[in-house]
């Protein structure tokens, strides 16, 4: 059975201010884009599995 290693990417953080609105992104990998978005009252540590 082959074994899976997992690989800790180096993420990076922004903010960008959109309409007036003040948001905060996080980056990571290479490829086509996701868009992970979580809902209220979430934030973006729900998908931190996600980048490791």
């Known amino acids: ?3 899976i290693e997992a690989v800790k990417l180096q993420v990076s953080h922004h903010r ?3 309409n007036g609105i003040r ?3 996080i980056a990571a990998g290479s490829g ?3 868009v992970l978005l979580h809902g209220f009252p ?3 540590y729900t998908h ?3 980048f490791t």
């Open 1 to 3: 059975m082959a074994s």
């Open 16 to 18: 960008v201010k959109v």
């Open 23 to 25: 948001l905060h992104d």
């Open 32 to 34: 086509k884009p996701v």
């Open 42 to 44: 979430e934030t973006s």
């Open 48 to 50: 931190q599995s996600a």
